[in-house]
């Protein structure tokens, strides 16, 4: 069945840093992806996606880079700042499907 | 502020009450969701509707759970004879389905407390 899982569950950086958070995913039928970021007690904030006939795309800070050969994701988050501590997730929009499929998630925390 | 809303942010029932959460998502948004967050996971999809039709449930969708569209904006779930189980974090997600985008946008949830 589908799944999108997570490499490291948490990951901590010195503030001014750049992060990086990982995703593999297991359907290769996916074609949409996408970060979202969730702080404590509030509801997933969306980040940056990215259609499966990209391997990389920008925004404000952030990347996402996708390895369609390996099933692979991340994101990278440029000069991390305090704000960016939160838990990030990938998920997955299936060919064809309607829903998105969540991974477990990456808490970021950083150090000063 | 035009993103998606959730009342009440917080609930605490006793197990076997009745709750209802409603959902108002971003204005013209044709798609909504519910999705079910349970500590430390990611959400889990339940089901959405297009409009007012509802055209997928998941399987973690009891019988003890009803959502409604009934005119293709607000949506309200329902939880009859509540659980322990169902604690949890319920989620609202809305996008407009026919531009080429598939971002969903989330609101802040309402947190279900069953003791």
């Known amino acids: 069945g589908e799944s999108v899982g997570l490499h490291l569950p948490t990951l901590s950086v010195q503030e001014g840093d750049n992060s990086i958070i990982n995703c593999a995913y297991s359907?290769?039928?996916?074609?949409?992806f996408i970060w979202y970021k969730q702080e404590s007690g509030k509801g997933p904030q969306f980040i940056i996606d990215i259609r499966s006939n990209m391997d990389k795309r920008q925004g404000q800070r952030v990347t996402v880079l996708l390895n369609k050969t390996v099933k692979h994701l991340s994101l990278q988050i440029a000069a991390t700042q305090p704000g960016d501590s939160a838990v990030y997730f990938c998920a997955e929009n299936g060919q064809g499907a309607q829903k998105l499929v969540f991974g477990q998630g990456t808490r970021l925390t950083i150090n000063p | 502020d035009t993103g998606v809303s959730q009342n009440p942010r917080h609930k605490i029932t006793k197990r076997g009450q009745n709750v209802t959460f409603r959902c108002d998502p971003i204005s013209e948004h044709n798609r909504l969701y519910w999705y079910r967050q349970t500590l430390g996971q990611g959400p889990e999809f339940l089901t959405y509707?297009?409009?007012?039709?509802?055209?997928?449930k998941s399987r973690l969708l009891s019988d003890r759970f009803s959502a409604e569209r009934p005119k293709g904006s607000f949506s309200t779930l329902e939880i009859q004879r509540t659980e322990q189980g169902d604690s949890a974090m319920y989620l609202c997600a809305s996008r407009f389905f026919g531009l080429d985008t598939d971002t969903q946008y989330f609101g802040p949830g309402t947190r279900l407390t069953v003791l």
């Open positions: 509707f297009q409009n007012e039709a509802q055209l997928e």
């Open positions: 359907n290769s039928a996916s074609d949409y």
